[in-house]
């Protein structure tokens, strides 16, 4: 058995029965002429297929094609478009999970679509232990899976507790059964995903610690290359560099204070990592639209 599968203890993402079905597992038909435009998830999606060959093609040229009775396990932050290549229909069973326990998604999306703009920094990326590149490979048993998929489906759209904890053993049962003969290769950590999946962990890491003052070479430094290599790297995979990943991240901090908070726009600008008030007001309304001033007042009138 593959390792780090000892050491996840996954959780499905809960449906909801109220003012309408909220679904983030199911099945669905999917006809000759199926396509699931560019799109980048949040979490992570199990997805296993019958009934004709698909393919899943990631944005840099990666490309696995899915035959009949095999799965995809897609990550999170990888733009990515899916299609139904074998000419006939076939049926997809999908399951959006996090690999281990994280807090509830609240407001965090599923799915932006192509020319949506992403919140990167909204991702739920694995936990170190697990490969951060799609996981593929053929299901040892169809009808099993199947059933267990649909099992899944129907415990996390009920309204229980106790449901929702069932579907995450049944969830377990299905991972290990696909990924415990599924080969990952050792050099996986140093794929250009890999990197540049160990960059945003770093990334987000110093951005937990309070730690973004620091000049982005050398808050990287650890992972022995060179800045320039992991800025390509890292654009890439995610669409973005190092540096508008960071801002990504400290402006949502920022929103906070300034909606949470009294502190004035220069102290928000020092507590969120920005050398100067004027420079973390121009990136605020580069992304926002607004300036920090202007965010702060729309936000006291919503409140109200």
């Not at 049944?170 to 990952?184: E, G, H, K, M, N």
């Not at 160990?198 to 060179?226: E, F, G, M, V, Y």
Request: proline letters at 7%.
């Amino acid at each position: 058995m593959t390792h780090w599968l000892e050491k996840i203890a996954p959780r499905p993402r809960a449906g909801s029965t109220h003012r309408g079905l909220v679904r983030y597992s199911g099945a669905n038909k999917a006809e000759a002429e199926y396509l699931e435009p560019l799109r980048m998830i949040y979490d992570h999606e199990l997805i296993v297929y019958e009934g004709s060959t698909f393919a899943v093609e990631f944005e840099g040229g990666q490309g696995i094609r899915c035959v009949p009775g095999s799965f995809i396990v897609i990550p999170p932050g990888r733009l990515h478009v899916e299609r139904n290549i074998g000419g006939h229909p076939g049926r997809r069973h999908w399951c959006h999970f996090d690999w281990d326990y994280q807090p509830d998604y609240n407001r965090t999306p599923v799915v932006t679509f192509a020319p949506g703009k992403a919140d990167y920094h909204l991702c739920r990326p694995a936990p170190e232990y697990v490969p951060p590149c799609p996981l593929n490979g053929q299901t040892p048993n169809l009808g099993s899976t199947r059933e267990r998929m649909q099992r899944i489906t129907s415990l996390v759209t009920g309204d229980t507790e106790t449901g929702r904890l069932e579907a995450r053993v049944v969830l377990l049962q299905v991972l290990i059964a696909l990924l415990s003969s599924t080969s990952t290769p050792a050099t996986m950590g140093n794929t250009r995903a890999g990197l540049a999946s160990r960059i945003r962990r770093q990334l987000d890491r110093a951005a937990h610690q309070d730690t973004l003052h620091a000049s982005l070479p050398d808050t990287l430094k650890d992972l022995n290359h060179s800045y320039e290599h992991m800025c390509r790297v890292f654009r890439a995979t995610y669409g973005l560099t190092p540096l508008h990943y960071v801002q990504a991240v400290q402006i949502a901090r920022a929103q906070i204070l300034l909606r949470s908070t009294s502190l004035d726009i220069a102290e928000i600008s020092y507590r969120v990592g920005f050398g100067g008030a004027a420079y973390f007001s121009k990136v605020f309304r580069s992304q926002t639209g607004s300036t920090p001033s202007e965010y702060r007042a729309t936000s006291s009138l919503e409140a109200t």
